[in-house]
């Protein structure tokens, strides 16, 4: 059809409905995300409430048959998008007993894992990290466990097959139930053989000995082998 002379042709676009179909997407996936957020707020809660269900839980993201020597499941969370995270603590809540936040999570001592989907640029810095070539990631900053890092005690690398873990020991201030107090952390970095795809890496914390003794605690990459031992981490 010919346009008459002096008149624009129209162009029809679908642009202002393109963006209106976007924005309802966006307000449908936030909305989503709240209530998964709020759903698994609470399963959280319920979880850390009973220690049936923390014990189950950790077990299922752990992989244990049977546990260190004075650790008992806190339990932890496993979420739609992939990410897990479990504790092991010192402390052994009651039924119903309630635990506010990490810190409160443990007496002295505690394991922390976590098994997130790798990000390329966070797996790459927590490499260059646990090679030596650079001094701290935004990984364990974003933890909600407080740790003032003193002294630098060793790192290295150890066999637990058939995984490969590079380990940083440091001795430092951590805040536990509101009281900061000198402990020994290894932080860990869990590579499974062909599984570039997770992210795994775990926390061992103790209280630093007086003798500087570092035997049998988080800073011994024999004993780091021994308590890992214990666990099934590239399942």
């Not at 402990?183 to 003798?211: I, K, N, Q, S």
Request: with cysteine.
């Amino acid at each position: 059809m010919e346009t008459p002379p002096g008149e624009q042709p129209r162009r029809f676009s679908s642009l202002g409905c393109g963006c209106g179909s976007v924005m309802v997407v966006v307000l449908v996936g936030l909305m989503v995300m709240a209530w998964l957020t709020y759903i698994q707020g609470r399963r959280f809660e319920k979880t850390m409430a009973d220690p049936e269900a923390r014990a189950a839980l950790s077990r299922e993201i752990l992989g244990y048959e049977d546990l260190p020597d004075g650790y008992y499941p806190m339990g932890g969370f496993s979420t739609l998008f992939g990410t897990e995270m479990a504790m092991l603590s010192d402390r052994n809540p009651g039924p119903g007993e309630a635990v506010e936040g990490a810190d409160d999570a443990f007496d002295e001592r505690g394991f922390v894992f976590m098994n997130s989907r790798a990000d390329a640029e966070r797996r790459r810095e927590l490499d260059e990290l646990f090679a030596g070539e650079r001094s701290e990631s935004k990984f364990f900053a974003e933890t909600d466990l407080t740790f003032a890092a003193e002294e630098r005690l060793g790192r290295g690398v150890i066999e637990v097959p058939p995984a490969e873990v590079a380990w940083i020991a440091e001795r430092g201030g951590m805040t536990l139930g509101g009281v900061t107090r000198d402990e020994l952390l290894a932080r860990l970095l869990v590579r499974c053989p062909g599984d570039e795809r997770r992210l795994r890496v775990a926390l061992w914390f103790e209280p630093a000995p007086e003798d500087e003794e570092w035997a049998g605690g988080p800073a011994d990459p024999k004993a780091i082998g021994e308590l890992l031992g214990h666990f099934d981490l590239c399942r």
